[in-house]
């Protein structure tokens, strides 16, 4: 079992950066924590972010993917077309 301490630090680290993760940021984020601290770190940072079990587990499946290219159309967070438009001649 992973010591109350570290699920507290884990939850102040979280709740400073879970605002600016998206979906896929939250859960590579949760899947590296997870991952460094070994047995029982997948269920002591679901407990620390109310995160799912499940949602952790993909992320360490991602994580152990060889993505040495990275497609970063794939990669998009928005829309194509979303965002702020110019506005020309003002």
Known sequence: MIDSA??????????RMRAELDERGRRFWAANEAIELGYGGINAVAQATGLGRSTIHRGCKDIGQDNTVIDYAKRRVRQPGGGAQLVVGC
Do not use: A, E, L, Y
């Open 6 to 15: 570290i699920i507290d630090g884990i939850k102040r680290k979280f709740q």
